[in-house]
């Protein structure tokens, strides 16, 4: 991504002469580096939090608010993950592409979908798993 980014200003700026969908690729590489390390962050526990209320409870009680966060983040992944499916099948329906290249949106909408999924299964993992 930064090879084609500085390829694209170097090719604009001194040669006039963009990289013709450098954009479009840009943003669709964006798309997959941000939702394939969707799952990364949730296995990790790395999501932003607060934690504030976690001190003034005692080590039983904060395992379980633990797991209920985790089921809580489960049930929206798997909620927001049908939500993207259901967009990425409409999508695909229309056949949406890019403007310049025409690379096809439906594609990397499903994968987003199935990222966002997959997070929904670690979270539901980390659920249930003993710590």
Do not use: C
């Not at 479009?24 to 504030?52: K, N, Q, R, W």
């Not at 099948?89 to 979908?113: C, E, K, N, Q, S």
Request: hydrophobic share 60%.
């Amino acid at each position: 991504m930064m090879v084609l980014t500085v390829v694209d200003v170097v090719a604009r700026y001194v040669f006039n002469r963009p990289l013709r969908g450098a954009f479009e690729i840009t943003e669709l590489m964006l798309v997959v580096l941000i939702f394939a390390g969707l799952p990364l962050v949730s296995y990790a526990d790395e999501h932003a939090v607060m934690d504030f209320i976690d001190r003034l409870l005692w080590p039983g009680a904060q395992r379980t608010l633990r797991r209920a966060v985790q089921v809580a983040s489960a049930a929206f992944m798997f909620l927001l993950a049908w939500l993207v499916w259901l967009k990425a099948d409409r999508i695909w329906a229309y056949r949406d592409a890019t403007d310049v290249l025409r690379i096809v949106y439906g594609p990397f909408v499903y994968f987003m979908a199935v990222m966002i999924a997959f997070a929904g299964i670690l979270h539901l993992y980390k659920a249930v798993e003993r710590r």
